[in-house]
């Protein structure tokens, strides 16, 4: 089977980023001038994916509007000549078909794949968070699908963690199988240091076999009364084999305040069109 289809869910709440979210979404908060949610998105498309599902939910409207086209603007642009951001915004309306499903409550992110069910049927299918941007030479999504054709399981995307911040993931038990690729033996959802079985933290980049959802409709709500991915994750490696790649590439949690700085500043060093004057800047700035 070949993964077609991805789900980005996008409708939490967004609280470690307040007051920023109270009316815009998290997802749509721009790393220098893009919105995180289009990084993601065009991951998803140049690993190959054709159809894409956002999990959506109030007050994430901005969502629609940007991955729309936009003819009144669109229409201004090509009267005044500015052709360059005009391409650019037809490409984001043309990157891939892009669906919408809203989660009428945030119950967690277990709750929120679950309403992907309809959209996915009886595929394999890849799940990017919202709010989790990887940069990376070859986009981290392809290179799981690559692990996914050659297993024909469930892949997580894993990386080690420092010990400060095992507590903030899904950790895993691993088993060696080949370099960067681990059997998962079990999963524990933000363990502490102590009850943690490893420091390999999945980190917002699965691809999934259809059996979750009926194993999601029968998760009870877990750590922090949300219904949890981890915990059907989990019962779903008992059942069926299941594996973790460690990604090459750098991921940042742009939910949180740090690491949309870190991805700012990174990502705005990487441009060719600031890159060298923001470094001269920040340079200045620390005294060099
Ligand atoms: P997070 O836990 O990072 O998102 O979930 P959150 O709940 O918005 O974060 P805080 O703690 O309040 O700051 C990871 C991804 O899952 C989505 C989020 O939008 C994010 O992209 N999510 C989470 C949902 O779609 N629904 C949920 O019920 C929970």
Known sequence: MKVKKAVIPAAGFGTRFLPATKAVPKEMVPIVDTPTLQYIIEEAAASGIEDILIITGRSKRAIEDHFDKSYELETELEK???????????????????????????????????????????EPFAVLLGDDVVRAEKPCLAQMIEVFDKYQSSILGVQEVAPEDVSKYGIIKTEDVEKDIYRVRGMVEKPSLAEAPSRIAVLGRYIITPEIFELLENTKPGKGGEIQLTDALCTLAEKQPMYCYNFDGKRYDVGNKLGFLQATVEYALARKDLGAQFRTYLKELLGE
């Open 80 to 122: 005044s000549g500015k052709t360059e951001y005009l391409a650019e915004l037809q490409r984001i309306s043309s990157l891939a078909n892009i669906h919408y499903v809203r989660q009428k409550q945030a119950l967690g992110l277990g709750h929120a794949i679950l309403c992907a069910k309809t959209f996915v049927g009886n």
